[in-house]
C-alpha cells in the first residue's frame, strides 16, 4: 500500500487526482472504518493517542507541512509535492507528525470543532455539597443519586452545540431526503409526519414573554426530534453523546466535582438563562436562545462551551430514572443507558434557557442534572452536541 500511495504523490497532477478518488473511494467500501483528526482540532485539545490519523493538502516540502485549510502541522517520513492530497497515519509528539504507515480506511473529519477527552474516571451523579445538597435536600435530584465513579475511554465531544447554519448544510446536502442518515425507525417516522425541517425552524421567534427574536445561523438549532438529532449527527460524521460522556465534558475528570461547568457556584452572568442579565453576554436575557460560545466564561474544564444553559442537548441514552441507583458488578464502565425507556423518553443534559422542567436555572444547569423528553417531539429548548469515538 506504500508503494500504491508514493505512486500517486509523484504522478502527473490530473492522474493523481483521479487515482486519489479511486483509492479512497475503494477504502471507504471497508466494513469497518478508522476515525481521523483534523489538523485543527489538535491545537484545541489533549492529545490523543497514538497513532492518529490526518489528512491535508501540502503547502510546504522542506519541511514537509500539512494544512487543512484552517491551520497547519509539520510532517515527518514522507515525501510530497506542494498541493499533492496526502492521507497519513504516524505518531503526534505534539509538534511533528511522524509517518509510521499508510491509511487503510478513513472517516472524514467532523463538521465542526472537537476537543479530545482522555481516557480516564470522572465522578458522576450528586456531589451531595452545595448547590447539589441544596437542591437534593428540596427532592428534586433522585434520579442523580447515588455519586459513582465512571471509567471512560477516549472520546471527541464538539466545542459548540450544533448552530442553525450547520443544520442548514445537513438540510442542503439532502439530509431529508437519504434514508441513509437516519436509523429505520427515524426514517418511517420521518415519512409518516411528512418532516422537512425542525419546529421553530423560520428565523424570527417569539417565546414566552412576547419579546421578538430572529435566529441567526449562530445559534443553536432547536426543534429537533431525536430522530433528527441522531440523522444530523450521522451526516457530520459523529453520533449523539452519552449521559456519561456529556456529564464528563461538562464537569472534568478525576477527582473534581464542579457543580456547574465553570465550578462550584451558580452565577446567572455565566450562560445563557431566564435570569441572565449580563451586558457582556450579549443582552440573552429572558425566552431566546443565544449564538453559541457566547459565554466563555462558563466554559467547562475542556473548554467547551455553553454546557450549561442556552438548550438542552439531546444524548444517545434512553431514559430511566433509577437506573445509576445500583452499580453493577466491577462499577461503572462507560455506560451506554438502559436498553429502553418505562416512559417511553430519551435524556437530555445541560439546561437551557428555559427552567420549565426542574424549578428554576440554578437546578437545570447544574453538570449531575438529568432531564428527558419524548423522541418524537421538538422542542423550542432542545439542541444537539456532536460526539465520536
Known sequence: MRERVLFILHAPRTIRTLLIIGVLAAQCTASWAVYGVRISDLKHSPAPPN????????????????????????????????DDFIVAVGDWSGSVLTVNGPVTAYIGPARTEMVYVAPGSFLMGNSGVGDDLLYDQQGFCPDEKPLHSVSMPGYWIANYEVTRGEYQAFMNAGGYTNSSYWSTAGWNWKLLKGRTKPDYWAEPQTWCTGKPFDQTGSHPVVGVSYHEAEAYCAWAGGRLPTEAEREKAARGAGSSLNIYPWGDHWDADKCNNLYD????????????????????????????????????????DWYEE????PAPPGGWDDPQGPASSSTGTRAVRGGGWVYASCGNSAICCRCGNRGKYYPDNGQNAIGIRLARS
Open 322 to 325: 433509577l437506573y445509576y441507583s
Open 51 to 82: 497513532p492518529i490519523k490526518v489528512w491535508g493538502k501540502v503547502v510546504s516540502e522542506a519541511p514537509l507541512r500539512l494544512s487543512d485549510g484552517r491551520d497547519q502541522i509539520e510532517v515527518a517520513g514522507i515525501q510530497a509535492r506542494t
Open 277 to 316: 442579565h449580563n451586558p457582556a453576554g450579549g443582552g440573552y436575557d429572558r425566552c431566546q436562545t443565544a449564538p453559541v460560545g457566547n459565554y466563555p466564561t462558563g466554559a467547562s474544564p475542556y473548554g467547551c462551551q455553553d454546557m450549561a444553559g442556552n438548550v438542552w442537548e439531546t444524548c444517545k
